[in-house]
């Protein structure tokens, strides 16, 4: 498979990511949901959520894996996620919060599973925003989201200036409200490595305006946990 980072860098396309909680993942449906995917425009699958318990994401990928060409990212909320059966994975620094654990103690944790594996691994700065709600990723990492533009911005500078080879602005899962195009345009300005932009993004109009600010790929998950008709909206 390409490089999806090299993929990411060079893309024109608008690119858009399913994000499977395997939480939340009823594995019975697994044929008939991927099937949505194929038929959508989506142009990646990303597998993660903030608590999972063990093996459970491996069973997933394993079901998955067979029923899509599209790339797989793990983007894991923990060392536990992690698996050999992806294409790639987001190796997230939590950069906007102070939780040692987050910044670097689980990426620490995650080399003995990663130091022979195949995965491509892509340095990603994860950077929580507030979406007007206190989410699972807020509670589990016992971090504050930013709410400050310049302080939004500076931060997305100082990962790219780490070396961090993406930026992911992110809302939180179910946010009530997405991360503002006005976010999104001045990070994109800012920085010269890819943007992902995801939380709380439930409509088409939504999905456009994170392209428009500069998003380079958009995740969503929640909207099709609610309603898997919303893939009738981003159809091909
Ligand atoms: C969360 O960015 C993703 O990590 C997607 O959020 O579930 O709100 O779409 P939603």
Avoid: C, W
């Amino acid at each position: 498979m390409k490089s999806i980072l090299k993929y990411l860098k060079t893309s024109e396309k608008e690119n858009l990511a399913v994000l499977i909680d395997p939480d939340k993942f009823d594995l019975k449906k697994a044929s008939q949901f991927i099937d949505k995917v194929n038929k959508s425009i989506a142009t990646h699958v990303f597998v993660g959520g903030s608590i999972v318990e063990k093996d459970v994401t491996e069973a997933l990928l394993l079901a998955i894996k067979p029923l899509t060409n599209l790339p797989i990212v793990l983007f894991p909320g923990d060392v536990i996620q992690v698996s050999e059966k992806a294409d790639a994975i987001l190796f997230l620094s939590l950069v906007s919060g102070r939780n040692p654990e987050y910044l670097i103690g689980q990426q620490v944790k995650a080399v003995s599973k990663l130091r022979n594996s195949s995965l491509e691994i892509i340095p990603t700065g994860y950077i929580l925003v507030d979406g007007k709600k206190e989410t699972a990723t807020q509670k589990v990492t016992k971090t504050k989201p930013l709410n400050k533009l310049q302080e939004i911005v500076d931060t997305a500078k100082a990962a790219e200036f780490l070396g961090m080879q993406l930026v992911y602005l992110e809302a939180g899962s179910g946010a009530k409200q997405e991360v503002s195009g006005a976010v999104i345009s001045a990070v994109k300005s800012e920085i010269n490595i890819p943007l992902i932009v995801g939380g709380g993004i439930r409509s088409k109009f939504a999905i456009d305006k994170a392209f428009k600010a500069g998003a380079d790929l958009v995740v969503i998950g929640t909207a099709f946990e609610d309603d898997e008709s919303f893939f009738e909206e981003i159809r091909k």
